[in-house]
């Protein structure tokens, strides 16, 4: 996350706001850590600040299970049904976005992100420091983040707005784009 976060950091404008989607969240709290006086304003959506728990950790050794049993196709035809919610899942254009989109990742990046995701650390610990506007946003049902964790970050990052999304899953712009839209849009000027 460091190297990720740097990488970022390198390539962005002196001053800017950030809007990051569930590891982009990870990412987006090493730059907090990293440059704080940078980022203008922050919206972390469908993400957490803590590590994964004992079973999320063994659900991810399920996932290399199957990926090497099965293959990637295999572990990205979950991927539907794990991210979006239950009536999005069977709708074939959301299924195939978020088909396609897991495969233009590849296997290469989906195992350094993997790396990435395990090593990261705990950022609950730093949340408190957070001085700019923070909008905290999820689907009502993300089920890999769901709204208590959304809430946690809320309470932990002074002055934090949290924003809760009806008919939605973990991934927000794809499932309820223009109330995403519509609440970046206000974020922005704040």
Known sequence: MSAMAHSVLERAPERFSL?????GGHVAME?????PQRIERLALI????????PDRLKSREGDEVL???HGLSALIAQFPSRWLLAKHATQSDLRQKVIDMAHDVGIEVREQQRQALVNRIDSRASLSQ????????????????PVWMHQEMTKLIPGAHLR?????GHLSPIEQ???VSNALREWMHW
């Open 19 to 23: 809007a990051a989607l569930s590891m």
């Open 31 to 35: 730059m907090l850590r990293q440059a």
């Open 46 to 53: 469908d993400t957490r600040a803590s590590i994964d728990s």
């Open 67 to 69: 990926l090497r049993e």
């Open 130 to 145: 957070v001085t700019c506007p923070t909008l905290v946003m999820c689907g009502e049902d993300d089920q890999p983040n």
């Open 164 to 168: 809760v999304l009806a008919e939605c």
């Open 177 to 179: 784009p223009e109330e």
